[in-house]
């Protein structure tokens, strides 16, 4: 049984449509992140589950029970939104259980609890003080403390990160991915940040528009992109697209004689992610447009014919721009999609 199932989701607000129809399975245990650009409906999905707003249409099960009808405190859920809105007179121990006393649950057990959500997350010598007092990245944790202490068997979280400095961010990934796996929560993590989603979950939905571009695990995501949108989304710098045109030889990278495959019935890009290019004497020809030097490696611009791209090359590389070099790459990391439908093809 899914842990938590949507089934045809809707939501508008008059003419506006946030969610237009999303169909999500999440099995129990497993952590789902909710990935896509600004706007495309990740929030909105979030607050029809957690049940702050009203689906327009479709239905919504938590634990196999529909609770679309549901207020959300009978939801069996626990949240942390982007702003965590501690409260700034009560100290961290009031905090924390903030939600179980409004809950008015049994008196008993708050204290063990307590101790062990505060150990967990590193926060047991922190109970007296105020959020004025902790650092962001405490308040953060005082945040999930107040999430986890309710037992709830499924979280939502709404980019909880995105007030943190990146390296604070890396840590409490990693803390969160720990916690849920440790305490077998069922997770659903809302970030438009591809490495946050690639790096956490065991499943990822990409939203696009109101609608799911893809939903499969980091590793498919990556390597088998539905569309040209999934590929770019995926991947530090974002994969290459390059315009095809036909020749008597078939399809070549439009201003070069570079054959990548046989003509098509459709028109066709070519998708090359930058980590899969490197300098090779029998490459094919082109010239550097910009160097950047990251210590790890070295991001090259350069164009083939009419088209430019980018290439991530390991190390440190002495080139400069209007240097003529060859490129090459294994024909299995082509990727194709149809330049009108933006779709995989073949
Ligand atoms: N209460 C509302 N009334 C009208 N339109 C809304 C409302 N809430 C959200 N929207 C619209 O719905 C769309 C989706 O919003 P949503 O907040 O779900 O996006 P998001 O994916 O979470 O984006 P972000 O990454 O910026 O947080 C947006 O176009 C937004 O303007
Ligand atoms: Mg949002």
Redesign the pocket.
Known sequence: MAAISLQGLCKH?GE?Q?VKGIDIEVKSGDFTVLL??????????LRLIAGLDQPSAGRIHIAGRDVTQLPPAQRKISMVFQSYALFPHLNVRDNILFGVRVRKEPRQGYETRLKRVSDILGLSHLLDRRPAQLSGGQQQRVALGRAIIADAPVCLMD?PLSNLDAQLRQEMRREIRALQQQLGMTMIY?T?DQTEAMSMADQVIL?RDGRIEQDAPPAQLYAQPASAFAARFIGTPPMNLLALEPSPQGLVIAGSTHVVANDAATPLQLGLRPEHIRIADDGVAAVVETVEYFGADTIVAARIGQASLLARLPGQHRLRAGDAIRLAWDPRDQYFFERDSGLRHG
Do not use: F, Q, R
């Open positions: 607000w506006a946030a896509g650009p600004s706007g495309c409906g990740k929030s909105t999905t980019e809302v438009h939203l």
